[in-house]
């Protein structure tokens, strides 16, 4: 029950103050919202009265605390460019949120068994050849990955048309096949990274005493390493997940642009460069949420495998 | 290890594209027969789709836009009494003929018989003179939503096909601020679902992500050929080209010569003039640019059609003044060649106004417009010749607007300025000194009274020295170095081989009722 109360107040803690760095963040550059919307149509006199109009003249703090009580009582507030700042996320943040998702599973899809194989099978020459092929992979960033991806399966084999993402309520399945593309993207180099990972944590796990003399006692090594090294070497690799998940949240950004993707990182991106400080700031509470309860959830499962993390903090 | 890891990625890859095929073709069925699957897509006979690098207003009620590129999308959908041709006419259109009395201050228009607006209610006197005097409201000291409607003393219905518009003074190029949509007077909902008298209805929006339009069955004019228009939004340039490459995308204006050099066969690249003046715009009141020479020796160290060359391909017109070519009747050709590169000249002026180590200069661009930024870096090596010292500063579009535009606050920049009506005065009246548009401080007492005339000569109506005193206005600028003069940029559009029809225009607007499958 502590342990609940005090995760809760430093989720709080957190998000509040990722909310007040965005806010802060844009008093610090120039241009503002209403120079943006008036554009070359902008004169001083034109630009008073709107800023005025959207109450921007008001001191820093008020906006702050304006912008934050509306938030609070569910209440996003309204776009700079066009509509309530909740009827914009409702539309893009299912599919930021698939194809996180997706690039998620399919991390652990691939990275799990290849990791485990890497470590069973550790001959030297192939050790040398998984090194390179995996620096090389995690090398790669995905936005260059989504242009090899959709040089090779748009353009050469027409598997999807790439700018042509159908929406989800136009055609989900489609949506679907659509977004596999740069979910591979971004899934790629997680793969390579959790694969070094878990090969590194298992091999130290398995130099450790309890597993020589389980082996000298007769076990065969296999045994040995999914029945004790492997429940072992999880809780590590459960944190590094959790990381994964917002590097994919952040490579997602990036990613939306190479494929045109409706979500929420290219509103961000045209947000921050319309000056709306409203949807940027909600977009920002969201992926900050989203990465919190990300790092809380692989906490809760670290403390199942193992009870004595739990024990030790209660 | 690696052959396993890449069997496994190519295993699960074919797995999904087996399950993923059905959704493909289905998605197919719904959206007219585009095939997903062919080797070169072809574009549905009376349906495509369109490139946009940015989302439209938040509002598209056209007597509220600001931005160019809503205006250049929604040309399709709204119409004035008088509409711009491809040529830089004017030709009636909500009206069918129109009167000027001899003293320029009494307009009479006849309305067309059989306009009707999207919603099927036909146009009235009512709807014509709500439209205009909405756009000349000037109360409580706004500034009129069209400038040029402070003109207007009265807008009359004399009887239920005829409009009278009377001016407080004969203003020659008043008809040109009468492409102003004429809108419904009693609907409401115009920023969310438009409705006009043109040839393309508005359908739907889904903001940040696409516009669709569909042919108005009920124009009055020559119907369109396609019955579907669909303007999809990549803020991504790159991705834009690899939507054409995959079909998703069929026509795309504003490439620049990278991009359209990417497309290969499937597509041919027209080109046009962006009409608008990019140059190196120098603010006239800082140090040391408020000196003539100094700006003259600007000139001289530049070599235009090396910009050209360089940062455009070639595809760049030549300018020497703010005015552009497709302004046929006031263009002044002959100063465009006022300043030729000349270093020594240049290296003298410089000696002359004390600087004969040359001096830093700051050029601040836009970051978003790659075709400034390219032709600012061709400026930096030019400018290195005479001892200039240059250095680029890139800012984003909302930066730009506020610290160089509205604040002034810079030394110089690369950008295009363009007109937003087909009058003289858009790109001359900048200039005047303290008019709140002129962001270069240019101060000239000489300028400001031929402006001056030029407004009381189209006041009486005399266009032969209009013409004569809009040229005069361009030989100042470029006899004062207002600015370094450099090009009308070349505007590349990308249209899918098998459809044709596409026509520039003198301003900025993208015409899709000409464009067929051919």
Known sequence: ?314 | MKQRILAGFLATLLCAALSGCGGGSSASGSTGGQSTGGNSPVPAADSITVGISQDLDESLDPHLTVSAGTREVMFNVFEGLVKPTPDGDLIDAVASHHEVSADGTVYTFTLREGVTFHNGAAVSVDDVVWSIERCADADEGKSPLVEAFSAIQSVKATDEKTVVITLNTAESEFLASLTTAILPKDYDAQATAPVGTGPFKFISRVAGDSIALERFDGYWGEKPALKNVTFKIFESGDAMVLALQSGALDLCAHLTPTQAAQLGDGFQVLNGTMNLVQALYLNNAVKPLDDLRVRQALCYAVDKQQVIDLAGDGTGKPLGSSMYPAFAKYFDDSVTDYYTQNLEKAKTLLAEAGYPNGFDLTITVPSNYQPHVDTAQVLVEQLKAVGVNAKIELVDWSTWVSRVYTDRNYQSTVVGVDASSMTGRAMLERFTSGYGKNFVNYANAEYDALFKQAQLVSGAGDDAELVNLYKQLQENLAANAANVYLQDLGDLVAVRAGLDGYRFYPIYVMDLSGVKAG
């Open chain 1, 1 to 314: 029950m502590k342990y609940a109360a005090k995760k809760l107040a430093a989720l709080l803690a957190t998000m509040l103050a990722v909310s007040f760095l965005a806010f802060a963040a844009f008093q610090v550059v120039a241009g503002d919202p209403a120079t943006d919307r008036l554009g070359t149509e902008a004169t001083p006199q034109r630009v008073a009265e709107l800023r005025h109009e959207m109450g921007l003249d008001r001191p820093f703090l008020v906006q702050y605390g304006s912008w934050l009580g509306g938030f609070v009582t569910g209440d996003p507030g309204q776009s700079y460019s066009g509509g309530p700042v909740a009827d914009l996320l409702s539309a893009r943040l299912p599919v930021t949120l698939t194809l996180s998702l997706m690039a998620f599973a399919l991390t652990l899809a691939l990275a799990l068994p290849l990791g485990l194989r890497s470590v069973r099978r550790g001959g030297r020459l192939e050790g040398a050849v998984n090194t390179v092929a995996n620096q090389f992979l995690m090398a790669l960033p995905p936005f260059f990955t989504g242009i090899l991806l959709t040089w090779l399966f748009s353009i050469l084999l027409h598997w999807f048309r790439h700018g042509a993402f159908p929406g989800f309520g136009a055609d989900v399945g489609g949506s679907l096949w659509y977004l596999l593309f740069p979910a591979v993207a971004l899934a790629i180099p997680r793969v390579a990274q959790t694969v070094r990972m878990l090969r590194s944590t298992v091999l130290a796990e398995m130099d450790k005493d309890y597993v020589r003399t389980a082996i000298a006692r007769g076990n065969d090594r296999s045994g040995v390493l999914y029945r004790h090294v492997l429940k072992n070497s999880l809780v590590p690799v459960v944190t590094f997940l959790a990381q994964t998940m917002a590097e994919i949240v952040a490579g997602s950004i990036v990613v939306e642009q190479v494929f045109n993707l409706p979500g929420l990182g290219r509103l961000l991106l045209t947000s921050i460069s319309g000056r709306d400080y409203p949807t940027v700031q909600a977009i920002v509470v969201i992926l900050a949420l989203w990465v919190v309860l990300a790092n809380t959830a692989a906490d809760l499962i670290n403390r199942f495998i193992d009870p004595r993390l739990g024990g030790a903090r209660t």
